[in-house]
């Protein structure tokens, strides 16, 4: 096991990193950038390190200097969470150049499921069903050429995307060269790389992702699945485990996808399997599509450690120090029902907006099985820097309905204010209130209709 591990990140996600630390009797370091000098990751760590300024890309996704300080504090780990230098396949290959363990799946097997060209071959070849679509990167003319024999609308993405960003839909011949020409500027912009593919864009799916853990020693097991199709603009609000109103023999098939997946791919550490459901298929027994691999631990994963029981982060740690998972298949039960909901400062009348500024105010749910990851604390800045999350509540219950109105209650209870700060809280409160989420009929366009704003 590690002695000492250096947690590359900021806010909930490095705070549950460093109370996973402190539970297994490892030495934390908080890497962090000069706004974060302050705060309560950088208070409960045994030790910080400043990396940079408050721009992250001259601290959090300054890979030279998180790397540095690995080494002069001698870290013989680095978790780096979700976000930033998560899935950077060079990053984790400098760390492995050092002698330091990346908590994350090897470097070649992180570039290769990074690619979601790549990763659509891969999948392929192991038997997982795939959307219509690009087997490689394309030009404006092949995209016109996959138009036309696929037929259309046509979801464009980034090759290097992740995180719901990186895409748009092009709903007809006519508007193609303008979404491929945007997607491939924005994907320029965030990821460093102009790549684009495309696929057929479903018009009513599901998003169900599967949690797996796999060793180095050959062993897979999946953790159940995840719905995570009440979005806006292909980001996610909500998210429960088990997925509602699903057959079970689709379940079990998606399932069974994606551990065949990670086996295929060689998967090292926690991961996301994603798939769609095509709601004009069949629903609850119809048709499945992979859309994608995520090589890290996700924003939703305490979902999934509710109805499980399972901690997933040390999980993490002690597969990246070589132990045999202590999981078998057999070992894995879900039980209830578990809703998160992140509270973000945003607007929702204003297309979610960020409203960063200094919260005056912070009163959070409590009470029996409410769950509650948050970094924040009244007089604390939401940054505008950085991804505006304030926290993450998460509703635990043996039914569905029950946990709907825990989730609804724990919602009542929860106050920010700031000046000039907003947040989702009300309109979360409606959402998981609402009629299409109560009888679970939702899909991934649901939200982006509701509010009237196009999902490309």
Partial sequence: MFDT????????????????????????????????????????????????????????????????????????????????????????????????????????????????????????????????????????????????????????????????????????????????????????????????????????????????LADRHGNVVHLGERDCSMQRRHQKLVEESPAPALAAELVARIRAAAVTGARAAGYEGAGTFEFLVDCDDGGGAGGFSFMEVNCRIQVEHPVTEMVTGVDLVAEQIRVAAGETLRLRQRDVVLNGVAIECRINAEDPERGFAPTPGTLS??????????????????????????????????????????????????????SVRGDGVRTTTAFLRDLVDSPAFRSATHTTSHLDALTERPAA
């Fill in 361 to 414: 105010e912070l009163a959070l749910p409590a009470g029996p099985f409410v769950r509650v990851d948050t970094h924040a604390y009244p007089g604390c800045l939401i940054a505008p820097e950085y991804d505006s999350m304030i926290a993450k509540i998460i509703a635990w219950a043996p039914d569905r309905d029950t946990a709907i109105a825990r989730m609804r209650r724990a919602l009542g209870e929860t």
């Fill in 5 to 212: 591990i250096l947690i590359a990140n900021r806010g909930e996600i490095a705070l549950r990193e460093i109370r996973a630390c402190k539970e297994l009797g490892i030495r934390s370091v908080l890497a962090h950038s000069s706004r974060d000098a302050d705060s309560l990751p950088a208070r409960l760590a045994d030790e910080t390190v400043c990396v940079g300024p408050p721009p992250a890309r001259r601290s959090y996704l300054n890979a030279a200097m998180i790397l540095q300080a690995a080494l002069d504090t001698g870290a013989q780990a680095v978790h780096p969470g979700y976000g930033f230098l998560s899935e950077d396949a060079d990053f984790a290959d400098a760390c492995r150049s050092a002698g330091i363990t990346l908590i994350g799946p090897p470097p070649e097997v992180m570039a290769e499921l990074g690619s979601k060209v790549s990763a659509r071959g891969l999948m392929a070849r192991s038997g997982l069903p795939l959307l219509p679509g690009a087997t490689e990167p394309l030009d404006l003319a092949a995209a016109r050429g996959l138009g036309q024999r696929i037929g259309y609308p046509l979801l464009i993405k980034a090759a290097a995307g992740g995180g719901g960003r990186g895409m748009g839909v092009a709903w007809d011949a006519g508007s193609l060269a303008e979404v491929f020409r945007t997607t491939q500027a924005t994907a320029a912009t965030l990821f460093g790389d102009a790549r684009v593919y495309a696929e057929r864009y479903l018009r009513r799916a599901r998003h169900v992702e599967v949690q797996i």
